[in-house]
């Protein structure tokens, strides 16, 4: 690696300058148990398995170190989300600065539940953890990967003066449809300017336009990143659930009636713009003030709130990457039943279906991979209890023994020539 880092140095021009993408040996996932990308082995990484000619990959100081080491004066890093090979978000330096990088939590909260190497099984919830690694000032010595720019000569080779972060559309959907968001700092504000990344243009012919607007960045916690919260807890019920669904919809109807001057029950129907107004772009800040953001979609039709809940339920659930539970797991639809009927929303099995099958259906027509209709069964990603998990250790334990019993028993059997 040394040897490499110094011939490439002699090999640049006097303005040139290197780019590095590289997994970061400590990154957050592999401490969740992720599996490390070379070696197909969870912990390899962290517990630095490499040999001396293997594949390896570093730490931010040891990377940083081996770079300057080799010439280069000038070491700038950026940190993609969930991680340099399918980024969604780019944070710079500036944006991880102490009093800046809780602000990004929710935005790296978002970028990490896209990542396609997730395992079956997790140590800990990502999601739950970023906020406390972006407040402790460990965004960047706990970033999945890194994207470094490095130099010969002190200069500034990335535009981090105003530019704090970017985030990049679902690099699942269709052409027409993919944005950029660009985070930039405007005084003491910062401004979010969307525009789309593609030089296609959505179609007219659809029933619904994309939005791109720009706005302030709104301060405070993602109303999905509350409901991961509240699943970590083992004891969680239906009906805390439904208090978390509560605040979504009773800031959905303040804002509506606010507009609109109109009471808001079951059989409401919503102007197309709020298509959007679901957990996952709904941010609550310290004070209680609930705030929609990136409302991307507007409908040309009026939306039903019953489908809006099941949209916006089915959406959080799945944003969901570890759930502690002792009981039975639930499944998606009847969670979600449950706790519509805590909320006063009726949803019977063929209406369930059919707005289910709208959605997929509005899914099918942004991505670009075919979505199946089927119904299908999703449960929770349940992660077993600490107790339950110590009463396997103990079972399987029990169980050893007794077939280390049993083999001994037969072995002494033959040994004395007895049944």
Do not use: C
């Not at 300057?68 to 890093?77: D, I, M, R, S």
């Not at 780019?90 to 991880?96: H, L, N, Q, T, Y």
């Not at 699942?172 to 990344?197: G, P, W």
């Not at 929770?380 to 049993?406: D, Y």
């Amino acid at each position: 690696v040394d040897q490499m880092l110094r011939a490439i140095r002699k090999l640049l021009a006097p303005d040139g300058v290197l780019i590095i993408a590289i997994e970061n040996k400590l990154g957050l996932k592999y401490f969740a148990g992720y599996k490390e990308d070379h070696f197909g082995r969870a912990m390899f990484g962290i517990q630095d398995q490499y040999s001396h000619d293997s594949i390896v990959t570093f730490g931010q100081v040891e990377l940083e170190a081996k770079i300057t080491q080799a010439g280069f004066n000038n070491v700038e890093f950026a940190y993609p989300f969930p991680d340099y090979k399918f980024p969604q978000a780019v944070i710079f330096d500036s944006g991880m600065a102490p009093s800046v990088a809780p602000r990004f939590a929710a935005l790296v909260s978002g970028a990490i539940a896209s990542d396609r190497q997730k395992p079956a099984f997790q140590h800990f919830s990502m999601k739950g953890a970023v906020r406390s690694v972006m407040e402790n000032g460990l965004g960047k010595h706990l970033a999945n990967s890194f994207i470094v720019i490095a130099s010969p000569e002190r200069k500034q080779n990335l535009d981090q003066n105003s530019t704090l972060a970017l985030h990049f559309g679902n690099g699942d959907r269709k052409n027409e449809y993919l944005k950029t968001a660009r985070f930039s700092r405007r005084s003491n504000e910062i401004h979010v300017e969307r525009s789309l990344m593609a030089e296609a243009q959505p179609s007219n012919n659809q029933p619904f336009d994309l939005v791109l607007e720009d706005e302030f960045f709104s301060a405070g916690k993602l109303w999905t990143d509350k409901l991961q919260d509240l699943v970590l807890h083992p004891t969680w019920s239906v009906h805390e659930i439904a208090d978390w669904a509560r605040v979504w919809v009773d800031s959905l109807k303040g804002h509506f009636q606010t507009s609109k001057q109109k009471e808001i029950d079951h059989l409401t129907t919503l102007p197309g713009l709020y298509f959007d107004a679901i957990p996952r772009n709904l941010i609550i800040a310290e004070d209680g003030t609930a705030r929609f953001i990136d409302l991307e979609w507007n409908f040309k039709e009026p939306i039903e709130i019953d489908f809006l809940f099941i949209r916006g339920m089915r959406d959080a659930l799945f944003s969901l990457d570890v759930v502690v539970r002792d009981k039975q797991p639930y499944e998606f639809g009847e969670l979600i039943r449950l706790v519509g009927a805590e909320l006063g929303i009726s949803l019977t099995n063929s209406k369930f279906e059919h707005y289910v099958q709208r959605e997929l259906e509005f899914q099918e027509t942004v991505t670009r991979f075919p979505v199946s209709k089927d119904s299908e069964v999703h449960f929770l990603p349940i992660k077993p209890t600490e107790e339950a998990q110590e009463r396997f250790v103990l079972l399987h334990r029990e169980e050893t023994k007794e077939k280390k019993r049993s083999k001994a028993a037969r072995t002494l059997s033959k040994l004395i020539g007895r049944p």
